[in-house]
C-alpha cells in the first residue's frame, strides 16, 4: 500500500492551505521575475527524456528556485507529516509536484521504498538531502538509501541568486528578491553500489555533500562575477 497525502479532516488543514496559497504566490511571483543563468541544466532534460528515473538533490535552504523551474513536471518529493509539512505539501503541490508524505520519525521507512519503486519505474525525486531538520550541508542516509535501492543516480543541483535574503532559520532558506539575478548549476550524475559496504556509503556521502557544495559554489561565482 502506497503512502498518500494526508486528507484535509479540520480547521488545522484548512488554515494550511490558506497559508500554503500565500506563500505559493509569493513563491511564483519571484520565480516568475527572476533572471536565471543555466550551466549544465542538459543533465535534467536528458534524465527526464530517457524516463529511466533519477534524484535530483540542493540543499533545504535553497529549494525556492528549483521549484519554480520543475514546475508542473511532475517531479516526486518526500513532504513530512509534521504540521509545517502540511503547508509544505499544498505548495509543492501547487507546484504540479506529487508527493508522498513520511519523515524519519513517521513513516519514513515506508515512504523511502515507495519512492525507490517510484524512482525505478521512471520517476523523478527532487530531495533535500539536509532535511527536514539538518544539520545544514549535511548529507542524511535517506538519499544515499533510495540512491541503492533504485540503482538510478544523483544529480547535484547548486542554487544562488543576488540580491537576496536570508531568513533565520536552521537551513539559512534563501529568498531571491524579485527581478534578482539567479543560477542554476546542474553536476555531474553519482551512482551508489547497491552492494556497497559501509565506508563505500561513507564515502558516497562525503562525496555528495562536496559536489552539491561545488555546484553551489559555482552557481555563486555566475551570479557574482
Given at each position: ?43 535534467v532534460h536528458e534524465l ?86 539538518g544539520p545544514t550541508h ?88
Open positions: 500500500m502506497e503512502a498518500e497525502p494526508e486528507k484535509p479532516q479540520n480547521g488545522t488543514s484548512r488554515g494550511a492551505e490558506r497559508i500554503a496559497t500565500v506563500i505559493y504566490s509569493l513563491a511564483r511571483f519571484i520565480g516568475m521575475t527572476l533572471h536565471v543563468d543555466y550551466e549544465g541544466i542538459e543533465r527526464v527524456a530517457s524516463g529511466s528515473g533519477g534524484i535530483l538533490v540542493t540543499w533545504h535552504g535553497r529549494t525556492l528556485i528549483p521549484a519554480n523551474v520543475f514546475r508542473g513536471m511532475g517531479f516526486w518529493a518526500l513532504i513530512s507529516l509534521s504540521r509545517d509539512g502540511e503547508i509544505q505539501n499544498h505548495i509543492f503541490r501547487r507546484f504540479g509536484y506529487q508527493t508522498i508524505r513520511g519523515s524519519t520519525g513517521r513513516g519514513g521507512a515506508k515512504a523511502a521504498l515507495v519512492l525507490a519503486r517510484k524512482i525505478r519505474e521512471g520517476g523523478i525525486l527532487a530531495f533535500t538531502p539536509d532535511g527536514p531538520r549535511k548529507v542524511q542516509p535517506g538519499t544515499i538509501f533510495l540512491a541503492q535501492r533504485s540503482g538510478r543516480p544523483i544529480i547535484p543541483l547548486g542554487i544562488s541568486a543576488t540580491p537576496r535574503l536570508f531568513l533565520k532559520t536552521w537551513d539559512s532558506y534563501m529568498i531571491p528578491a524579485p527581478f534578482a539575478r539567479a543560477a542554476f548549476v546542474v553536476g555531474e550524475p553519482m551512482y551508489v553500489p547497491s552492494d556497497g559496504d559501509e565506508a563505500t556509503i561513507a564515502r558516497c556521502t562525503q562525496d555528495l555533500e562536496q559536489a552539491i557544495d561545488a555546484c553551489e559554489a559555482r552557481a555563486e561565482a555566475l551570479v557574482n562575477r
